[in-house]
Structures are given as C-alpha cells and as structure tokens.
Nanobody, 112 residues
Framework: QVQLTESGGASVQPGGSLTLSCTAS????????IAWYRQAPGNQREAVAS??????AGYADFVEGRFTISRDNSRVVSLQMNSLKPEDTATYYC???????WGQGTQVTVSS
C-alpha cells in the first residue's frame, strides 16, 4: 500500500514562498488523484488543492492564484506556495483522494 511523506514546511515571513513535497513509498502517485489539505490549531482540516490523474488542478477559493499543485514525477506531488500570509499557517497534509491514505503532515508558519 502506498505511503505518503510530506516535506518542505518551514517558518517564513509574510510574502515569502515555500514548496511542499508529497513523496510516495510503496507505490506510485501518478495513478491516483492527490490533494493537499491543511489544518490550523482549533480549525477543521480543509482542502487546499488537488490534481487529477489527467493533470487537472483545482484550488480552494482562499488560494487566490498564489499556489500551484503539480506532479514532479511518478512519486512526487508538489505544492508551490507564493505570497504567503499569516493565515496560511497550518499543518499541511497530502492525501490519496477518496481514501484514508494521508501523510503525517508538515508545518508551515508564516510570521514576521
């Protein structure tokens, strides 16, 4: 069964950029729809972006053109995040859509 590992989280200043990676082991991601979610303390987990097996991307309204989801190769899906805001602070998770397969998350903190 495929397992997911997120990486790339860090602390950045408002307006900064980060690239998160979701890396698969035990399988390949290119046969699944993959999504990024986030959860801030005290909030519910919310969808951020998704990419289909055909490469079609979808984004939450709050992204406002700042993030880009992409498939780097058969095992990695990335989330490029630009113009980060303090409200983007959260733990970011990737998921194989419509399954219980999640990664353990990577922390993004946006603060001056």
């Amino acid at each position: 069964q495929v397992q997911l590992t997120e990486s790339g989280g860090a602390s950045v200043q408002p307006g900064g950029s980060l690239t998160l990676s979701c890396t698969a082991s035990g399988g390949y991601l290119n046969i699944y729809d993959i999504a990024w979610y986030r959860q801030a303390p005290g909030n519910q987990r919310e969808a951020v972006a998704s990419i289909s097996t055909y490469g079609r991307a979808g984004y939450a309204d709050f992204v406002e053109g700042r993030f880009t989801i992409s498939r780097d190769n058969s095992r990695v899906v990335s989330l490029q995040m630009n113009s980060l805001k303090p409200e983007d602070t959260a733990t970011y998770y990737c998921r194989v859509e419509r399954t219980d397969t999640w990664g353990q998350g990577t922390q993004v903190t946006v603060s001056s």
